[in-house]
């Protein structure tokens, strides 16, 4: 039985000009074996659950740094649900404030990765959400 690769859509959401975190969770992410599709800047909510859908993607990675994530997030949600994708895990990281966190999980974060957050958990976390469920299952 072979292992399946663990593909990863990377968003940056909102108007957020910069990048260097999620570049360097990306290479991290292709370095632990992982196949990673990159949105780059600025997207909507929307455009990210429709590429996921597109890419079959096993999770979601979104990078946020302007501080719209309380807004962002519920739409993003609402657009996989609408889509039938709830199903797919989403991991945020970015600048948040601690309160915001349980906020994000009570919409459906499976974990949130403030700044400074070690660049190893990340990809642990996401090597393990993507093996899960019927995601990480060999098609």
Known sequence: MEEKTIRVLMAKIGLDGHD?????????????????????????????????????VDVIGISILSGAHLVVVPILMDELKKSDAEDIPVVLGGVLHPD??????????????PAGSPVENAVECIKKLGMAGDKGMIK
């Open 20 to 56: 260097r975190g999620a570049l360097i969770i990306v290479q991290a992410l292709k370095e632990a074996g992982m196949e990673v599709i990159y949105t780059g800047l600025k997207n909507v909510p929307e455009t990210v659950a429709e590429i996921a859908l597109q890419e079959d």
């Open 100 to 113: 915001d966190i349980p906020k994000l999980k009570e919409m459906g974060i499976k974990e949130v990765f």
